[in-house]
């Protein structure tokens, strides 16, 4: 018999929602900004503890009510490095980042300052709006759509265009009235077991089509490169956002031409080798064979090392995007593991871009050619979406663009709504 009562469970993962749900029940604002803190967990992994700092963080969090739990060497072994998972509210997190603060070890304190970073960070609380040739890109407002336009011979999703600007500016064109925000250019193709292609000969094919965009477009223009010389040539010619999928690894004078033009950088993570790459006729290159220690730890670690470069050659925080590089030296089931962690991202305080479209991911999971892989794609986007990607990367633009503003409207609406109520 039903007792008149409602009892629900509440997906609250967000201390705006979690305000939010405590104002419809009625509680003073007081009460809402005393609680909340309380209401939000969270699990924070921190890497490479010694046994002292792994023993006084697991003392202090479970003295807070939190839990710690750290490798059982940790308990046999002083020379032993651990590990560490942190559990608590927001509140626990608060005193135990005050009380490390406090503590006489530089590493204590130092975990202390990048504890709060990443719970800020995680937040969203630093990605201020960004300017990209002129004009605003305001993070979390909505979702951003990336156009891609490759003048190669050789793309892996079929859509090159080789040396005919004409064709180029057409489908930029045809891009930006389908509701692309930016357009992406690219000379080199990144396919798995791709060839290099020379300077001179990248030169010839992007400079023409950039200039071309650069007199017809009112959107920012992205140059597709990892070479400095390249990008160089290109900002000259009208771009103004460097897309670098090597992330300073390949050529770090490359950071250098961001910092000293004052452009945004894109740095992606890339564990591209030949070797693990294999070629099938239907479905195209994939990675295979490829690993790691911890797929997202390993990512996040080494964007992390792609943004120290970016900044010691003078790039500026803010103008740092990141890209988890899906289909670049990950595996199928890798690929699909980082979709569905990618919200492990915005603990690096920038705005994340995603590069799904047509992937050999896609084609191997739906067993399907490039051409036939825009459902594969639509679902991408919208799980990369509600996961915390600001731009997306694109080759149908039209159909994306709809995919976009509707999980938008899903996921972005629902904070929105919840977030006045943060000014308590």
Do not use: C
């Not at 927001?90 to 530089?106: A, H, T």
């Not at 890109?137 to 979702?143: I, M, N, V």
């Not at 897309?243 to 961001?258: C, H, I, K, S």
């Amino acid at each position: 018999m039903a007792s008149g009562f409602n009892v629900r469970i509440l997906n609250l993962d967000s201390p705006a929602r979690i305000r939010a749900e405590m104002n419809k029940v009625g509680a003073s604002s007081p009460g809402v900004s005393l609680m909340a803190p309380k209401a939000s967990f969270r699990t924070v992994k921190a890497e490479g503890l010694n046994f002292a700092a792994a023993n006084i963080i697991k003392q202090e969090m479970l003295a807070r009510g939190g839990e710690v739990v750290t490798s059982r060497a940790v308990y046999s072994s002083k020379d032993s490095d651990s590990d560490v998972l942190i559990l608590g509210t927001l509140r626990q997190f608060e005193n135990l980042i005050k009380k490390l603060r406090v503590q006489p070890f530089k590493s204590l304190q130092a975990i202390a300052a990048d504890l709060e970073h990443a719970l800020a960070w995680y937040a969203g609380e630093e990605l201020v709006p960004l300017h990209i040739g002129g004009r605003p890109f305001a993070w979390g407002e909505r979702t951003y759509i990336m156009g891609v336009v490759n003048v190669t011979d050789d793309s892996f999703s079929g859509d090159g265009l080789g040396h005919d600007v004409d064709a180029a500016v057409a489908q930029a064109e045809r891009m930006v009235q389908e509701g692309a925000d930016l357009i992406d250019v690219g000379g080199e193709s990144t396919r798995p077991g791709s060839e290099p292609v020379a300077v001179d000969e990248e030169l010839r094919r992007v400079l023409p089509v950039v200039e071309a965009l650069a007199r017809r477009l009112d959107v920012p223009i992205s140059i597709d490169t990892f070479k400095s010389e390249v990008a160089a040539a290109a900002l000259e010619a009208g771009a103004s956002l460097i897309n670098d999928v090597w992330g300073l690894r390949m050529d770090p004078q490359l950071g250098e031409v961001a910092a000293r033009r004052r452009v945004p950088l894109v740095l992606m993570h890339n564990r591209s080798r030949p070797k693990d790459a294999v070629q099938t006729e239907r479905l195209g290159g994939r990675y295979q064979g490829v690993e790691y220690d911890d797929l997202m730890g390993d990512i996040i670690r080494e964007l992390r090392g792609s943004i120290d470069l970016a900044l010691e050659a003078g790039v500026e925080r803010n103008s740092i995007i990141v890209d988890p590089g899906i289909g670049f030296g990950k595996t199928v089931e890798q690929n699909l593991r980082i979709m569905a962690a990618l919200s492990e991202l915005r603990v690096l305080g920038r705005p994340v871009l995603l590069g799904p479209s047509r992937k050999s991911f896609i084609g191997h999971t739906l067993d399907l050619p490039p051409e036939e892989r825009v459902e594969g794609t639509a679902a991408a986007v919208a799980v990369g979406i509600a996961n915390g990607a600001d731009i997306v990367r694109v080759h149908n633009v039209k159909e994306m663009a709809r995919v976009a503003r509707m999980t938008d409207a899903m996921v972005r609406e629902e904070r929105a709504e919840a977030s006045p109520v943060d000014s308590d």
